[in-house]
């Protein structure tokens, strides 16, 4: 069985992280697995790019471009929410591809910003090739959103999308949204790497009489694994006195990611805490928000190498993550693996990774007070109530590779049993 992967980069945003740790345990399950990407980021030999010349590299660029510019002018040329849409007007079309016509499964992942278009999706469909999609956020069932914010015309027929300024000449969303509808999606297995992301999705119009499964994405527990707090913060240079609150991601600032309920957290604890606690910065777009906090910021900037990553997660005394949509955070699983609780709203697939006061805190959605509690239930109760050991034996029941990769291994023989 041959399975191939394919996802717009190799390990640039969430997406690409798991689809690339995917490849990696179905590698050491056994599986002949590929990966095919636009962003080739390092030279494993599993993972192979579209941009195989100087020619390839500067048109897919400008596919890329392309996309960004409709985008950019039909929101009348503002780039608010300019990369929270995605539109696949534009890619590469992969029908001839060795590694296409090689496969047994066509596994898609995250495939948006002008590496496969709604076209060349279909084209893979069409070739009865058992097409697998692992969703990491609502693209699939929506028009152009990744995240709908609220909005549920997808269950229906998107149009005139809040994302975007609205334009009465021409409505982008109801275009896409058509367009999807002729890709054949109902022939797609989907899978949601969380429940949430899996029940919401099967709402779509379009998907409404797909196949769609729950698994998780996996991670290397032997990389990330619980080391001396007091050694990881000597090597980032953090205070070894202090209280560490750590916030991560891509870019820190994004409404979406709930910075200002942090904020608002800390704002309602500086008083009792002022001296005993210091916030952990990981990502891109800290400088936005440093100003903001009523405590002493240290900031790490984005990382990437798995050491670091784990020094980080490891010198903090708990991971806050005030997502307010969010499927299955990869941030959560690689703090608990190192064996640091976390805490996080209710919302999306956050309360089927913390275990409510068994390995972190679960606080009420947009309620800065009681993620506040949370912080507080966590300093006082990590020792106690072991939720350090509790947080690394979640990880290793329900995400170590082995666990995920025999799971996905029993999905691919599952749809090649009914392709033949």
Same mark, same amino acid.
């Given at each position: 069985?041959? $399975?191939?992967?394919?996802?717009?980069?190799?390990?640039?945003?969430?997406? +690409?992280?798991?689809?690339?740790?995917?490849?990696? =345990?179905?590698?050491?399950?056994?599986?002949?697995?590929?990966? %095919?990407?636009?962003?080739?980021?390092?030279?494993?030999?599993?993972?192979?790019?579209? !941009?195989?010349?100087?020619?390839?590299?500067?048109?897919?660029?400008?596919?890329?471009?392309?996309?960004?510019?409709?985008?950019?002018?039909?929101?009348?040329?503002?780039?608010?929410?300019?990369?929270?849409?995605?539109?696949?007007?534009?890619?590469?079309?992969?029908?001839?591809?060795?590694?296409?016509?090689?496969?047994?499964?066509?596994?898609?992942? #995250?495939?948006?910003?002008?590496?496969?278009?709604?076209?060349?999706?279909?084209? %893979?469909?069409?070739?009865?090739?058992?097409?697998?999609?692992?969703?990491?956020?609502? #693209?699939?069932?929506?028009?152009?959103?990744?995240?709908?914010?609220?909005?549920?015309?997808? $269950?229906?027929?998107?149009?005139?999308?809040?994302?975007?300024?609205?334009?009465?000449?021409?409505?982008? @969303?109801?275009?896409?949204?058509?367009?999807?509808?002729?890709?054949?999606?109902?022939?797609?297995?989907?899978?949601?790497?969380?429940? #949430?992301?899996?029940?919401?999705?099967?709402?779509?119009?379009?998907?409404?009489? +797909?196949?769609?499964?729950?698994?998780?994405?996996?991670?290397?527990?032997?990389?990330?694994?619980?080391?001396?707090?007091?050694? =990881?913060?000597?090597?980032?240079?953090?205070?070894?006195?202090?209280?560490?609150?750590?916030? +991560? =991601?891509?870019?820190?600032?994004?409404?979406?990611?709930?910075?200002?309920?942090?904020?608002?957290?800390?704002?309602?604890?500086?008083?009792?805490?002022?001296?005993?606690?210091? $916030?952990?910065?990981?990502?891109?777009?800290?400088?936005?928000?440093?100003?903001?906090?009523?405590?002493?910021?240290?900031?790490?900037?984005?990382?990437?190498?798995?050491?670091?990553?784990?020094?980080?997660?490891?010198?903090?005394?708990?991971?806050?993550?005030?997502?307010?949509?969010?499927?299955?955070? !990869?941030?959560?699983?690689?703090?608990? @693996?190192?064996?640091?609780?976390? @805490?996080?709203?209710?919302?999306?697939?956050?309360?089927?990774?913390?275990?409510?006061?068994?390995?972190?805190?679960?606080?009420?959605?947009?309620?800065?007070?009681?993620?506040?509690?949370? $912080?507080?239930?966590?300093?006082?109760?990590?020792?106690?109530?072991?939720?350090?050991?509790?947080?690394?034996?979640?990880?290793?029941?329900?995400? @170590?590779?082995?666990?995920? =990769?025999?799971?996905?291994?029993?999905?691919?023989?599952?749809?090649?049993?009914?392709?033949?």
């Amino acid at each position: 069985m041959n $399975i191939l992967i394919l996802n717009t980069s190799e390990l640039t945003g969430g997406a +690409a992280v798991a689809a690339s740790r995917l490849v990696k =345990a179905l590698d050491k399950s056994g599986v002949e697995v590929s990966m %095919l990407v636009r962003d080739r980021k390092t030279d494993h030999v599993r993972v192979f790019s579209v !941009n195989n010349s100087w020619i390839s590299r500067k048109l897919n660029f400008l596919r890329f471009v392309w996309e960004r510019l409709i985008i950019f002018i039909c929101n009348f040329f503002s780039k608010e929410n300019l990369f929270q849409v995605s539109i696949a007007d534009t890619g590469t079309n992969l029908l001839t591809h060795p590694l296409v016509r090689k496969a047994d499964v066509i596994h898609l992942h #995250w495939v948006n910003q002008g590496f496969l278009s709604l076209s060349d999706i279909k084209k %893979l469909v069409d070739t009865g090739k058992p097409i697998v999609w692992t969703m990491h956020d609502l #693209w699939p069932a929506t028009a152009i959103c990744h995240y709908p914010g609220g909005c549920e015309k997808y $269950i229906s027929s998107c149009r005139r999308c809040p994302m975007l300024r609205q334009n009465p000449f021409f409505d982008l @969303a109801a275009s896409v949204f058509k367009k999807k509808g002729k890709v054949g999606l109902s022939k797609v297995t989907f899978v949601g790497c969380s429940r #949430w992301i899996m029940e919401e999705a099967k709402k779509g119009h379009w998907l409404r009489t +797909a196949r769609f499964t729950s698994i998780p994405n996996p991670i290397d527990v032997a990389a990330f694994k619980p080391i001396d707090k007091q050694v =990881a913060r000597k090597r980032l240079g953090l205070p070894e006195d202090k209280s560490l609150l750590l916030f +991560a =991601a891509a870019k820190l600032s994004d409404t979406r990611k709930g910075a200002i309920f942090l904020i608002e957290a800390c704002r309602m604890l500086k008083e009792k805490y002022q001296d005993r606690m210091e $916030i952990v910065l990981m990502g891109n777009s800290s400088e936005e928000l440093i100003s903001q906090f009523p405590f002493k910021v240290n900031t790490l900037g984005y990382i990437s190498d798995t050491d670091t990553m784990v020094s980080a997660y490891a010198s903090a005394d708990m991971f806050i993550i005030p997502s307010l949509e969010d499927n299955l955070p !990869n941030t959560i699983m690689e703090s608990m @693996a190192c064996g640091t609780p976390c @805490a996080g709203f209710e919302t999306g697939g956050i309360p089927e990774m913390i275990d409510h006061l068994r390995n972190g805190y679960v606080a009420k959605y947009k309620d800065a007070r009681d993620l506040a509690v949370g $912080i507080e239930w966590i300093l006082d109760n990590n020792v106690t109530l072991g939720l350090s050991s509790a947080c690394v034996d979640k990880v290793r029941e329900s995400y @170590a590779e082995e666990v995920v =990769a025999k799971r996905y291994i029993s999905l691919y023989k599952q749809v090649c049993d009914r392709k033949n």
